[in-house]
């Protein structure tokens, strides 16, 4: 990030305090072989140590023993402690992306667990469409972390997965979430939450090696809200957060300007959804102001979350998020309206000092209520609670049990290396170019500036892997006569100087394997890109290559932001291309497996590839549908309007598949299964043409749809079945068409399987109109699997 020393001078101030953080997190936490804890003997005694009372009594109690400076030390990330009470010092912040991650301060990689295991970055295991596949990756995340605990390396309280909607491609952290559907993102944050907080596991689940069992403590029917936690996982950023720095635009300060329409259909439901289904102990407010209100001081938006969507976690404010309110966005006047408004907003902890500081002058000035610390507070030991932290010793609890053995074990590296593979997208594949046949295989270019580098496979938010391989090594397990060259000095690619030996090896080789992309010089945190072409020289060196090398060449694209290499896919010396992403440690084999034919490859686009003329469009336009008007062309499959390199979806595999769409009705009467008083409700609908869901029995008109996939080619696969919708109706705002089921399944050659969604129509069908409302279209939809259309009429 030295790159970017522009930055104003507050900011650069904030950035430093917030790297200062993570220095001193590494000093002081040397190896511990075991965490601190309260309620240790002698002071074990105190009600809020009794495992016999309600978890609200337990809460209660400590509360009631804390002096007003004590309470305010516990809004704040660093919580010093309370010797007194035999409370020990709690680090909240903790990061898991796609593994445990060294970003938040609670982590250590310096105890005898020296590394976890670094599952690709959640784009590409969205790339997989594969509901159980995110449920195990963030189980097996939630596993190294509770051993990372229990060692003293690690916090419980975990500030992933990162749901913002991919909006646009230049976001830098677009890579760290799960592409740009609202369904798609919505169902990746319901597996990570259930599997990283383990609420969901049945009794007899094994963890790890089997040693393990995991077992419930609170049995009780359909509510689990407060159950125990295993770790707690963070829905962030809330809300429409997704602009780093762009032009004069900083997240720290950016007004996302968004439509209620928008807000109801694309920025709220993955939020939604983490909260209601995914039950998620912890929700984040972000940088940005959300139609002039900073986020975090945005009672609406966050009482909305409480009372509507029925949270129950703590509420924290993403790092230095109640500074910037003053500081930056200079909503208010005083660091203590600061203070104040975000705590009565909702906010329970504050990222960085601010309230630490500010929060005792604000009661001063009559700003803060206690009622509203004591609320924050209460809510903040609910969830410490529910991860036992004062039950005693932890090494004696559920989870005491896990330790380094759990860590990097066989059984994650696997999954590391199957979640790589089953994120992998064939962009193009020429003449069935690949997969190659190892054994006619003469010799091996390998070409590209990142290939042989092993901090190229993880993307942003990450750790210490545990053993990570780059695609160079996977590639020679292979091929033994292979040859490396970079080609360019690095993945900016500022000069041709290395062309020449790239030019080298492309003539001698057999086969050429060129790796070109991004990596996080080109995106990260705090900074977006300007442009969707490749970086530097880049392209030239793509083009030079390939007009060389002996036969058409694969092209393997890295990074997380989707990129124009239209002249790529028409170019006929360019044989293949695959997208890989940010693989993570298993990346190199993967890529290795897909390209010899030792994997089919089955992964599809999370995201639109857009054209390079897109980048005309402001960034800090939140706006997701088209204006003709004014040549706005809209964001994201739903909306777009322009043509893409690749769409939404979009991902070839070494078979082809077709499809038949078994079973769904052709018409659906809403009346049907109302009673007579809705009749005379409905009948006035036929004018307006929708009826909003709200005046629905939604559970009654749910119905089934079958299909079949075949597989028509040689080779077994795992393919995603991907059903979308359409309506013909005239309401402004209607998408162009909505995913509305995804299922990856495996099909065998020359075989075929069967799958079926299940359709709520409330849900799938139904849109937001301009005021935010579900409305559900009557008249002709269209369900659509690839190019079959079956259709569906909605009447009353
Ligand atoms: C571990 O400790 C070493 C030396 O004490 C330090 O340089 C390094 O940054 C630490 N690493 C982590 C991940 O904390
Ligand atoms: C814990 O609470 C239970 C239930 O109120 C009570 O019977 C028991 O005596 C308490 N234990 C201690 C050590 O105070
Ligand atoms: C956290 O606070 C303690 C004092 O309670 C301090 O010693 C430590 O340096 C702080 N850590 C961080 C990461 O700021
Ligand atoms: C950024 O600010 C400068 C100076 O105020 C202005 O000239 C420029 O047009 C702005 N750029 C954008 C992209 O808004
Ligand atoms: C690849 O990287 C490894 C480790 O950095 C290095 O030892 C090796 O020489 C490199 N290989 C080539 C062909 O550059
Ligand atoms: C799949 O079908 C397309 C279009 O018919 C064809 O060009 C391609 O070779 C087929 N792929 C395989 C692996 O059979
Ligand atoms: C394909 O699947 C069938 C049925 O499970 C299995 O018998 C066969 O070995 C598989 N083929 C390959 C190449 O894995
Ligand atoms: C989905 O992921 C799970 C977990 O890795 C795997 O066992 C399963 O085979 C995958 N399903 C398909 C169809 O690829």
Redesign the pocket.
Known sequence: MEKYTTLVPLLTLLICTLLQFTVLASKTSSPNLQPQFPCNLPHNLYPFCNTSLPLSTRSQSLLSLLTLPEKISYLCNNFSGIPRLGIPPYQWWSESCHGIATNGPGISFNGSIKSATMFPQVLNSAASFNRSLWFEIASAISVEGRAMYNNGQAGLTFWAPNINIFRDPRWGRGQETPGEDPLAVSSFAVEFVKGFQGEYWGKEREIGDGYFRKKRLVEKEGDDDDGFLMLSACCKHFTAYDLEKWGNFSRYSFNAVVTEQDMEDTYQPPFKSCIQQGKASCLMCSYNSINGVPACASGDLLQKVRNDWGFKGYITSDCDAVATIFEYQQYVNTAEDAVADALSAGVDINCGTYMLYNTESAIGQGKVKQGDIDRALMNLFFVLFRLELFNGDPLNGMFGRLGSQHVCTKEHQRLSLEAAKQGIVLLKNNDNFLPLNKDFVSSLGIIGPGA??TSQLAGGYSGVPCNAK?Y?EGLQSYIKKTT?VGGCLDVACESNSKFDEAVLVAEASDYVVLVVGLDLTQETEDCDRVTLLLPGKQMELVSFVSSISKRPIILVLTGGGPLDVSFAKGDSRIASILWVGYPGEAGGRALAEVIFGDDNPGGKLPMTWYPESFTNIPMNNMKMRADPSCLYPGRTHRFYTGKAVYGFGYGLSYTNYTYKILSAPSSLNLLMKVGASLRRLYQTKVEIGYVAIDELSCETLMFNVRVSVTNVGHMNGSHVVMLYSKSFTTIEGAPIKQLIGFSRIHTVAHKSTYTSFIIDPCAHLSLADEQGKRILPLGEHVIMLEDLEHSLVIDI
């Open positions: 042989n580098s780059t160079v490396y």
